[in-house]
């Protein structure tokens, strides 16, 4: 009984670290939300990602369902290696903004997602 209880524990122990991938747990402008012009758009996972690997890009739609990559966002990670920080030179637009996200951490499997929001 007590072997069986030591290899369940072994198991689970082993196999906790190597299922964990980043996860996006915030995002500024929030997901869904209106907000007047913001300066920069930030994504925060819940571990270190790799900034070589882990990026974004942001479009802004129109009425139609067409839309256009936002240019001149630059990129930059913070300290704690857990935000991306997309700043802009100038305030974005009104208009519908999408954000398809990627990111890579240390277990190396990508994940990905997105996110809309609207500026007013």
């Known amino acids: 009984m007590m072997k069986s209880a030591f290899f369940v524990l072994a198991a ?10 980043p996860r ?8 869904n939300a209106t907000v007047g ?3 920069a758009i930030a994504l925060s996972f819940n571990e270190r990602v790799v900034p070589r690997f882990t ?5 802004m739609t129109t009425g139609s369902g067409a839309g256009h990559a936002v240019t001149g966002l630059t990129p930059a ?3 704690d290696g857990k935000t991306l920080k997309l700043a802009s030179a100038h305030p974005l637009t009104r208009g519908s903004y999408n954000v398809a996200w990627h990111a890579v951490a240390s277990d190396t499997h990508r ?6 929001f609207r500026v007013r």
Do not use: E, W
């Not at 996006?24 to 997901?31: E, F, Q, R, S």
């Not at 990026?55 to 479009?59: E, Y």
């Not at 994940?111 to 809309?116: E, H, I, N, P, T």
């Open 77 to 79: 990670f913070g300290a």
């Open 55 to 59: 990026g974004a890009t942001v479009t």
């Open 111 to 116: 994940v990905a997602g997105r996110f809309s």
């Open 37 to 39: 012009p913001p300066a």
């Open 12 to 21: 689970t122990l082993i196999v906790a670290p190597a299922s964990a991938h």
């Open 24 to 31: 996006l747990i915030g995002t500024n402008p929030a997901a």
